[in-house]
């Protein structure tokens, strides 16, 4: 070593130049930086759906009067619910068990008498598929408001309801899963070309041995680790500009906040996915390692842990502190709000400087690592 | 290259190649534990993450009645399992502000005549402000807050008509009973399908790489010219990753009955018959992939490119009946959405074989076809 490199501009131009035209030239890296976000979000505006439909069901009518006729034609008019009619609890039993439908409805035999007799004693029996949990719990919520809908309609004494609940929904008020899932998505996208894009280019670099042969170049560590990453910056944050523009005309997603906030962010954001990339390249220096590596730490988390699709706050204490940990968790909070709720600086400030600070310390390790795998 | 290859010295080289290619995976301790353990992690991990319930929310209320009913209906929210806190505001800008910052999923507005109406006989009325970002979650706790407001009208009832305290409590007018999964616990859902889902990836990402990686360091060029038919090249890069995602599976499923108590209630044997399917379907994409690709980056970021679109529309995330029709007949031809039906059936309901094949003959057709089509494709890359 002969002292410190000085930091050369025109020198790393030329390494960023390379990079790029490595990175353009390999079809791969257009695949995953422009056609899998754009397949994507596709597939959470439209596949990806938690809004409940046509949920196929069994009603059983093992009374011949003319009241279970009204219930069972009441289950049989819902928008929800696709059903199927039998007269015996054997023949859809079965058709639980295959999967085909997804639990049955009984009106027992003495529903009249019950009906009659009033009291509490159940009118009917439902049954569900309990191996889909939150399809059964619909099955059986919904299965109870038909009953009591059908049995007020019923009662010419209507009972008014001592209180009704009046709900609005802000920012959202078409209540479409997919105005929250589409920005979220944008964090998945980030995170895949940031850290595993980046992992795999540097680890390359390593398993060739050429990263060795950079390093001997009178380039910088620096100047080759910039030069290396800020192609993948630029086009992290290109997919970025891309897929926003996807959401906000062909999904029909709104921008309530500024463009300048969400760039703000996605930059940010950068930080630490680019930080993860490089210190999984340096720990592995190998690309199946890195692929795997990125994958169960990168990828797999922002899908999971990030608040996108599950509920953090649902989440049990141990897991939820693990979140902290998951810089996708900030960037989704903020893409959220800076797309339905516009520019929140409460919301904004503390996910910058947390993802700021995460960013930090993986570089700080990153580099710790890079310098470690010279030296041996 | 038409040699005559007895039958006793194919099967030698076939052994030899396979032993050869398991040890590539498994040589390295670095890679050994990555094939095994993170997988496993991430169950553990997942299974508690994935849930849609909602939990731990904190709600604020701007109570402008400070009478009975109002006291008794932040006082059943306090009590009630979902809320961690509840927030009193003095103003609706507060409420607003607080939904902003997203530090309540939702804010009470209960009017100054709330108590008056609900005593004179009328129906007292309440808005409920949502944070619509969260709105899966945000129905979820109106579905919620609903049931809390039918308790305090229950109380209300029972207050008009003193006497009958104890008995006129409204029941539901429907029995429900679960099958299979009484107490409907969201583990015992999500474990075998994460089970699925981290073998699909652990499989297709094995295989990819399997060729991609001797075409970049070079070795391909050995196989070329060694005694090796297509076929054992094609067998020796499947067996292994078939040994692995199986074993991994099952690991998985077998550690989900241990940890959450799953019951086991189905075949075992019919289980890994469609688990084999399952695993070869996969390593025949897997394949593929590979032969096209030329570069180890190129096989990862492809097998990537296929499978995060074929999870998200296997069914894992979001039941298939709920997207559009054109997708819902995609998603027959993705392996990991009838895997999925196999493991659910024959782990929990114990879905008898004659309805299992539903799902099993699927399976098999898509493997034989992108088995096949991995054949067509190493062959048209071996020449």
Same mark, same amino acid.
């Given at each position: 070593?002969?002292?410190?490199?000085?930091?050369?501009?025109?020198?790393?131009?030329?390494?960023?130049?390379?990079?790029?035209?490595?990175?353009?030239?390999?079809?791969?890296?257009l695949?995953?930086?422009f056609v899998?976000?754009?397949?994507?979000?596709f597939?959470?505006?439209? &596949?990806?759906?938690?809004?409940?439909r046509?949920?196929?069901?069994?009603?059983?009518?093992?009374?011949p009067g003319?009241?279970?006729?009204?219930l069972?034609?009441?289950?049989?008019?819902?928008?929800? %619910?696709?059903?199927?009619?039998?007269?015996?609890?054997?023949?859809?039993? *079965?058709?639980?068990v295959?999967?085909?439908?997804?639990?049955?409805?009984?009106?027992?035999?003495?529903?009249?008498?019950?009906?009659?007799?009033?009291?509490?004693?159940?009118?009917?029996?439902?049954i569900?598929?309990g191996?889909?949990?939150?399809?059964?719990?619909?099955?059986?919520?919904?299965?109870?408001?038909?009953v009591?809908t059908?049995?007020?309609?019923?009662?010419?004494?209507?009972?008014?309801?001592?209180?009704?609940?009046?709900?609005?929904?802000?920012f959202?008020?078409?209540?479409?899963?997919?105005?929250?899932?589409v920005?979220?998505?944008?964090?998945?996208?980030?995170?895949?070309i940031? $850290?595993? %894009?980046?992992?795999?280019?540097?680890?390359?670099?390593?398993?060739?041995?050429?990263?060795?042969?950079?390093?001997? $170049?009178?380039?910088?560590v620096?100047e080759?680790?910039?030069?290396?990453?800020?192609?993948?910056?630029?086009?992290?944050?290109?997919?970025?500009?891309? &897929?926003?523009?996807?959401?906000?005309?062909?999904?029909?997603?709104?921008?309530?906040?500024?463009?300048?906030?969400?760039?703000?962010?996605?930059a940010?954001?950068?930080?630490?996915?680019?930080?993860?990339? %490089?210190?999984?390249?340096?720990?592995?220096?190998?690309?199946?390692l890195?692929?795997?590596?990125?994958?169960?730490?990168?990828?797999?988390?922002?899908?999971?842990?990030?608040?996108?699709?599950f509920?953090?706050?649902?989440?049990?204490?141990?897991?939820?502190?693990?979140?902290?940990?998951?810089?996708a968790?900030?960037?989704?909070?903020?893409?959220?709000?800076?797309?339905?709720? *516009?520019?929140?600086? &409460?919301?904004?400030?503390?996910?910058?400087?947390?993802?700021?600070?995460?960013?930090?310390?993986l570089?700080?390790?990153?580099?710790?690592?890079?310098?470690?795998?010279?030296?041996? | 290259?038409a040699?005559?290859?007895?039958?006793?010295?194919?099967?030698?080289?076939?052994?030899?190649?396979?032993?050869?290619?398991?040890?590539?995976?498994?040589?390295?301790?670095?890679?050994?534990?990555?094939?095994?353990?993170?997988?496993?992690?991430?169950?553990?991990?997942?299974?508690?993450?994935?849930?849609?319930?909602?939990?731990?929310?904190?709600?604020?209320?701007?109570?402008?009645? #400070?009478?009975?009913?109002?006291?008794?209906?932040?006082a059943?929210?306090?009590?009630?399992?979902?809320?961690?806190?509840v927030?009193p505001?003095?103003?609706?800008f507060?409420?607003?502000?607080?939904?902003?910052?997203?530090?309540?999923?939702?804010?009470?507005?209960?009017?100054?005549?709330?108590?008056?109406?609900?005593?004179?006989g009328?129906?007292?009325?309440?808005?409920?402000?949502?944070?619509?970002?969260?709105?899966?979650?945000?129905?979820?706790?109106?579905?919620y807050?609903?049931?809390?407001?039918?308790?305090?009208?229950?109380?209300?009832e029972r207050?008009?008509?003193?006497?009958?305290?104890?008995?006129?409590?409204?029941a539901?007018?429907?029995?429900?009973?679960?099958?299979?999964?009484?107490n409907l616990?969201?583990?015992w859902?999500?474990?075998?399908?994460l089970?699925?889902?981290?073998?699909?990836?652990?499989?297709l #990402?094995?295989?990819?790489?399997?060729?991609?990686?001797?075409?970049?360091l070079?070795t391909?060029d050995?196989?070329?010219?060694s005694?090796?038919?297509?076929?054992?090249i094609?067998?020796?890069?499947?067996?292994?990753?078939?040994?692995?995602g199986t074993?991994?599976?099952?690991?998985?499923?077998?550690?989900?009955?241990?940890?959450?108590?799953?019951p086991?209630?189905?075949?075992f044997?019919?289980?890994?018959?469609?688990?084999?399917?399952?695993?070869?379907?996969?390593v025949?994409?897997?394949? #593929?992939?590979?032969?096209?690709?030329?570069?180890?980056?190129?096989?990862?970021?492809?097998?990537?490119?296929?499978?995060?679109?074929?999870?998200?529309?296997?069914?894992?995330?979001?039941?298939?009946?709920n #997207?559009?029709?054109?997708?819902?007949?995609?998603?027959?031809?993705?392996?990991?959405t009838?895997?999925?039906?196999?493991?659910?059936?024959?782990?929990l309901?114990?879905?008898?074989a004659?309805?299992?094949?539903?799902?099993?003959?699927?399976?098999a057709l898509?493997a034989?076809?992108?088995?096949?089509?991995?054949?067509?494709?190493v062959?048209?890359?071996?020449q």
């Amino acid at each position: 070593m002969s002292g410190p490199r000085r930091f050369d501009a025109r020198r790393l131009a030329a390494l960023v130049r390379k990079e790029s035209l490595q990175a353009v030239r390999d079809p791969s890296t257009l695949l995953i930086a422009f056609v899998l976000p754009a397949v994507l979000l596709f597939l959470f505006a439209y &596949a990806v759906s938690l809004d409940i439909r046509q949920v196929r069901i069994g009603v059983v009518v093992e009374s011949p009067g003319a009241a279970a006729q009204e219930l069972a034609a009441a289950f049989a008019a819902t928008r929800y %619910l696709d059903v199927s009619f039998a007269h015996d609890r054997r023949e859809v039993a *079965g058709r639980v068990v295959a999967g085909e439908l997804r639990g049955f409805v009984v009106i027992p035999q003495d529903f009249e008498q019950r009906l009659a007799r009033g009291g509490d004693q159940p009118l009917v029996q439902v049954i569900t598929d309990g191996s889909q949990p939150n399809t059964a719990s619909f099955v059986a919520n919904y299965a109870q408001g038909v009953v009591m809908t059908w049995r007020t309609g019923q009662a010419a004494t209507a009972p008014t309801p001592a209180i009704t609940l009046e709900p609005r929904y802000w920012f959202n008020a078409e209540l479409e899963s997919r105005r929250a899932l589409v920005p979220g998505a944008i964090a998945i996208i980030m995170t895949i070309i940031g $850290t595993m %894009l980046t992992a795999l280019v540097v680890a390359r670099e390593w398993e060739r041995g050429t990263m060795e042969a950079v390093m001997s $170049t009178p380039a910088s560590v620096a100047e080759i680790l910039v030069g290396k990453l800020l192609p993948y910056f630029a086009l992290g944050m290109l997919s970025t500009m891309a &897929a926003a523009a996807l959401a906000i005309f062909v999904f029909d997603v709104p921008l309530r906040g500024s463009v300048a906030a969400l760039l703000l962010l996605s930059a940010v954001f950068m930080v630490p996915a680019l930080g993860q990339g %490089l210190l999984i390249s340096s720990l592995a220096r190998n690309q199946f390692l890195a692929a795997q590596v990125a994958l169960f730490s990168g990828f797999l988390p922002a899908f999971m842990l990030s608040g996108f699709l599950f509920e953090i706050d649902a989440m049990p204490a141990p897991i939820r502190a693990i979140t902290w940990l998951v810089p996708a968790r900030y960037f989704v909070s903020s893409l959220k709000t800076v797309f339905l709720a *516009g520019d929140q600086w &409460a919301v904004f400030v503390p996910d910058l400087l947390a993802m700021a600070a995460i960013g930090l310390v993986l570089f700080t390790l990153a580099r710790r690592a890079t310098r470690k795998n010279l030296e041996r | 290259m038409a040699r005559p290859a007895p039958a006793p010295s194919a099967l030698v080289r076939l052994r030899a190649q396979v032993v050869k290619e398991m040890l590539s995976i498994l040589r390295d301790p670095r890679s050994r534990m990555v094939v095994l353990v993170p997988p496993l992690v991430q169950l553990l991990l997942f299974s508690f993450a994935a849930t849609l319930e909602v939990r731990n929310v904190d709600i604020a209320v701007h109570d402008q009645d #400070m009478g009975r009913w109002s006291h008794e209906l932040v006082a059943r929210l306090d009590g009630a399992g979902f809320v961690s806190n509840v927030r009193p505001v003095t103003g609706s800008f507060q409420a607003r502000a607080l939904i902003d910052r997203g530090e309540v999923i939702a804010a009470l507005e209960i009017p100054a005549d709330f108590s008056r109406t609900i005593a004179a006989g009328g129906t007292g009325r309440v808005q409920v402000l949502v944070d619509g970002r969260r709105s899966n979650a945000g129905q979820i706790v109106v579905g919620y807050l609903t049931m809390v407001a039918a308790d305090v009208g229950g109380e209300v009832e029972r207050a008009g008509s003193a006497a009958t305290a104890a008995d006129a409590v409204p029941a539901s007018p429907v029995a429900v009973r679960n099958w299979f999964n009484p107490n409907l616990v969201y583990q015992w859902f999500i474990v075998p399908g994460l089970a699925g889902i981290l073998a699909f990836f652990s499989a297709l #990402m094995l295989t990819a790489l399997s060729i991609a990686r001797e075409r970049e360091l070079g070795t391909f060029d050995q196989l070329l010219v060694s005694p090796a038919s297509t076929l054992e090249i094609i067998v020796s890069k499947s067996l292994p990753a078939l040994a692995i995602g199986t074993v991994l599976a099952l690991l998985m499923v077998g550690a989900g009955a241990v940890l959450f108590g799953i019951p086991f209630a189905g075949s075992f044997w019919l289980l890994l018959a469609g688990l084999v399917l399952f695993i070869l379907s996969v390593v025949g994409i897997g394949l #593929m992939v590979s032969a096209v690709s030329a570069t180890q980056q190129q096989a990862i970021l492809g097998a990537f490119a296929i499978g995060v679109p074929a999870v998200l529309m296997s069914g894992f995330a979001t039941p298939v009946e709920n #997207m559009p029709v054109a997708l819902q007949w995609l998603a027959q031809a993705i392996p990991l959405t009838h895997f999925l039906e196999i493991v659910h059936g024959s782990v929990l309901r114990a879905t008898p074989a004659a309805d299992l094949l539903a799902s099993l003959w699927p399976l098999a057709l898509i493997a034989l076809v992108t088995l096949s089509m991995a054949v067509v494709f190493v062959r048209g890359r071996l020449q």
